[in-house]
């Protein structure tokens, strides 16, 4: 067996995979450019795509700003440095709206106004985002698949459904052919609970109807891969903090000094992996379980995720008939 | 319409959405990096070695000089940390910044002397904590058989079977899980702190001729003298002690080599890869502040102990043949502390608790060793038999099982030769860390946008204060390079080979990283692309 791995022989895929961008500017503009830059056939976005946060900048007249990030209180001159200041909100993921001291106010006594501005800025950042990348792939060849995760309500989604382009096409819930050797992707966005209550998390039997209902179709998997944003339960890539779930936000359960960790990962998941033993299993979810492992004879990988800093974390994998040739975890 | 002179503070509003949790306690945390310091061995070595063989040294100001020299350190790791919260480690920093070549050169040379510092507790285990608990409960209770135990021991022979049991031991309870080891740590720990404080508690209001009865009254059935003090006094004259030196600068720094030894490991929860909020609070005192509350409890503990024992008895008994008290190795402090309790139990509390600072450092070691040759083949630069994880217990058996079998060859280095000295491989890491510090130093200007979005996007008169930082800590741990240097006990002065094994193992990372990179591309594989920038414009 070699050492460091197959040589790659006859005809390839490559695809690039990235998981859990939530929000970040700069995190999806890598990911759409990262196309060209790694010389892949395919880019795959496992889902969690909207941000967790706006941040309101308040207008206080006379071309003064203030504004909150990182638990910093900026104050901020002019149009000029407020532009700068939502790029850096962006590259961060998070959403900005300048707001009047009353708007403000308003929008901090009332839930229900804060998560209509959410969705309207989440939503018109898809819509960016949508259009960047089919100017950038445009004539490349390279498809981009886009799922949601469990962070990504519905109404967020609205536009990658409705989009009818050339390059950027929604996989969620679908069985998609991604070359012409054969190799389908079966694509879900639903996690197992969380502590957060987030927008599209079911118990785990929910979980495993779901996935029989895409599966269904597939007669041989030996070419399918899986894009399921959970993670396969107890497989190291699922390793994380162990939360308390009474606290608002959760707490990291901790004994001595050191965080208890556990796998958050989803028991469908695995039993759908364990069962079907497809080519390739993809997963995020879990940001801070970045790996690669082998469940049978699939190779299942979340490369993790670092959007926060603007890094691009993700995985380009190498497939060829019913074999992987390469896993290789980027951190760009 | 607001007013420039409004007060308001906007918070952000933040969505209920995976990942967002409440921040690790701070207590929690700086529990954490006080944990890996191991402030039993600190001051094990410290009076062991400080009185005896650093004439003149002080070691209260060798203390605090230490700390001042790491604090840069600590500061450079906070704010990586703060920078890039969920890296998990120097690895990334340095890759990121510096690129995967010298990432590859100072993680590597760092996981080599985890190798080599596999076998040092594991060797600790015997020598300062199993054989103390024996002979002191055999002194106790008058039992040849448990003095005999105790001093077998700390033979050669005592200290590898011993050792090597202990490094099956947690090789085999992490290749299940480290969740049972983390629950049985978590208890013996506060074993090894109540030994610590019971420790200081027995010295605090005690005078040297306390101490020196005391342990006349418990040594001298096995010693088979009438007055073993007089013994100790009289062999450290023959074997050259000439009485406490006046205070020396030299020594006082030379002596922070034992001080660093366990002090640099302070920064252990910038490996805690979790979405912390408020990361940059956090980290960036966390690392400091163990510094300082160690550094404090070194500081209260020499005062105690000098004035409950006095330097020139524990500078006798370094020098005194202890073969002549009926005991195969020197009397450590924690010995000394059961002596003056005169109290079977209290001594037992003593000497047991001491068992778990003793080899304090042997499982972080194996677990960073192991993962990080995991991260190497992860990435592409180790075969990929290392990255291959036991499928009943999703755990990384093969590179922990390298990392067991290599501490066990080690520890076989240690006992039964003389090639390594205790001190010898922290200059290595001191190598690691002044790579790391140049990282930090020049973050700002490689990679402007994590700088730029990042919560320590700090600057001075126009300089980032990562860079100064980080300047200041090149300059701090150079220093601190030159100490190891010069320190007759350090293993390094008039003994070039070493020196050239150190630089030989820091170099060797740059071979396997070509290595892999000739071998990968052979392949059609780009390793560099691992940590290579995608253009975001």
């Known amino acids: 067996m070699p050492l460091f791995g197959k040589k790659t022989k006859g005809k390839t895929t490559k695809l690039f995979f990235v998981t859990d961008v939530h929000g970040s500017q700069s995190t999806f503009r890598k990911f759409v450019n990262a196309g060209k830059f790694y010389e892949v056939d395919v880019l795959v976005l496992g889902g969690d795509i909207a941000g967790k946060m706006v941040v309101p900048i308040l207008d206080l007249g006379g071309g003064a700003y203030r504004a909150t990030i990182q638990s910093i209180t900026h104050e901020l001159d002019g149009a000029d440095e407020v532009a700068e200041f939502e790029k850096r909100a962006a590259k961060l993921g998070s959403y900005t709206a300048v707001v009047t001291s009353d708007e403000y106010k308003e929008l901090a006594a009332d839930a229900s106004r804060v998560d209509d501005l959410y969705h309207r800025l989440a939503t018109e950042r898809m819509r960016q985002w949508i259009e960047f990348a089919e100017e950038r792939l445009a004539g490349t060849g390279i498809r981009c698949y886009i799922t949601g995760g469990n962070d990504d309500s519905p109404d967020i989604l609205e536009p990658l459904i409705a989009h009818d382009g050339t390059s950027v096409i929604d996989c969620e819930d679908k069985t998609i052919v991604i070359d012409d050797d054969g190799h389908v992707m079966l694509s879900l966005g639903l996690s197992n609970p969380t502590p957060w209550d987030t927008p599209r998390e079911v118990p785990d039997d929910e979980l495993a109807r779901h996935i029989e209902g895409i599966v269904a179709g597939v007669d041989d998997f ?32 901790t004994s001595g000094g050191t965080p208890v960790m556990y796998g958050a990962g989803s028991a469908a998941v695995r039993a759908a992996i364990e069962k079907y033993q497809p080519l390739l299993s993809l997963h995020g979810h879990i940001h801070e379980s970045r790996g690669q492992t082998n469940i049978g004879r699939t190779v299942a990988v979340n490369p993790g995720s670092e959007y926060g800093e603007g890094v691009l974390r993700g995985a380009i994998v190498t497939i060829a008939g019913d074999t992987v040739d390469n896993v290789q975890l980027t951190s760009g | 319409m607001a007013t420039p002179d409004d007060k308001t503070q906007p918070q952000v509003f933040v969505r209920k959405a995976s990942g967002l949790i409440r921040t690790a306690g701070t207590w929690d945390i700086l529990a954490y990096n006080i944990n890996f310091t191991s402030i039993g061995l600190l001051l094990l070595f410290l009076f062991l070695f400080g009185p005896a063989f650093y004439p003149g040294a002080s070691l209260p100001w060798a203390a605090v000089i230490c700390v001042i020299c790491l604090i840069p350190l600590a500061l450079v790791y906070g704010y990586l940390a703060s920078a890039m919260p969920r890296s998990g480690g120097d690895y990334v920093y340095v890759s990121r910044v510096l690129g995967p070549a010298i ?37 106790y209770t008058g039992n040849e058989t448990l003095t005999d135990i105790g001093n077998w021991f700390t033979t050669k022979i005592g200290t590898f079977v011993l050792g090597a049991c202990l490094i099956v031991l947690l090789i085999v309870i992490f290749s299940i899980g480290t969740k049972t080891y983390f629950k049985l740590q978590n208890i013996l720990i506060l074993f090894a702190v109540a030994s610590t404080v019971v420790t200081v508690a027995v010295f605090i209001g005690k005078v040297p001729a306390d101490t020196i009865s005391a342990f006349n009254e418990h040594l001298r059935e096995v010693s088979g003298k009438a007055i073993p003090s007089a013994y100790v006094a009289a062999s450290a004259k023959e074997a050259g002690y000439t009485g406490l030196a006046p205070t020396s600068l030299f020594w006082t720094l030379m002596v922070m080599t034992w ?12 490996y805690i890869g979790s979405e912390v909020k408020n990361a940059r609070k956090l980290q960036l005192w966390s690392m400091p502040a163990t510094l300082f509350i160690v550094g404090f409890g070194v500081l209260i503990s020499t005062w105690v102990i000098d004035a409950a024992v006095g330097y ?19 009397p450590v402090f924690t010995e000394l502390a059961s002596y003056v309790a005169n109290n ?10 001491f068992i778990f600072w003793s080899y304090a450092w042997l499982p972080g070691q194996l677990l960073n060793g192991s993962r990080n040759i995991f991260a190497y083949s992860l990435d592409g630069l180790l075969p990929k038999w290392f990255k291959q994880v036991s499928p009943r217990f999703s755990t990384p058996v093969n590179s922990l099982l390298t ?20 001190l010898v491989g922290i200059f290595g890491f001191i190598l690691s860390f002044i790579v790391i510090s140049i990282a930090a130093a020049v973050l700002p200007y490689r990679l402007k946008d994590v700088f730029e979005t990042s919560a320590v996007n700090q600057r001075i008169a126009g300089v980032p204060v990562i860079t100064i930082i980080g300047i200041l800590s090149v300059i701090a741990q150079g220093f601190m390079a030159w100490v190891f240097l010069r320190d007759p006990s350090a293993g390094l002065n008039g003994n070039p080979e070493m020196v050239w094994f150190n630089v030989i193992v ?17 392949r059609g594989v780009d390793v560099d692309l691992s940590f290579k920038q995608v253009p975001e414009e």
């Open chain 2, 103 to 139: 990432g590859m050169m100072s993680n590597w040379n760092m996981t080599m002397w985890w190798f080599f510092y596999g076998g040092v507790p594991s060797a600790f285990l015997a020598r300062y904590g199993i054989a103390p608990l024996f002979r002191t409960m055999g002194i």
């Open chain 2, 344 to 353: 079977i139990w209290i001594a037992f509390i003593i000497l047991f608790g």
């Open chain 2, 259 to 270: 001080i660093y030894l366990n002090l640099s490991f302070m920064s252990s929860s910038a």
């Open chain 2, 312 to 330: 020139d008895f524990l500078a006798q008994l370094g020098w005194a043949d202890p073969t002549g008290l009926g005991l195969e190795s020197t």
């Open chain 1, 222 to 253: 030996s070419r399918a891969i899986f894009n399921f944003h959970a993670p396969p339960q107890d497989s190291t890539l699922d390793t994380a903090a162990k939360l308390d779930w009474t606290t608002d936000p959760p707490k990291v359960v």
């Open chain 2, 403 to 422: 990392m067991g079998i290599a501490s066990i060859v080690a520890l076989g280095i240690y006992v039964f030769t003389d090639l390594f000295s205790t």
């Open chain 2, 506 to 522: 820091f170099l060797s990372g740059l071979v396997v990283y070509y290595v892999a990179k000739f071998v990968q591309r052979s």
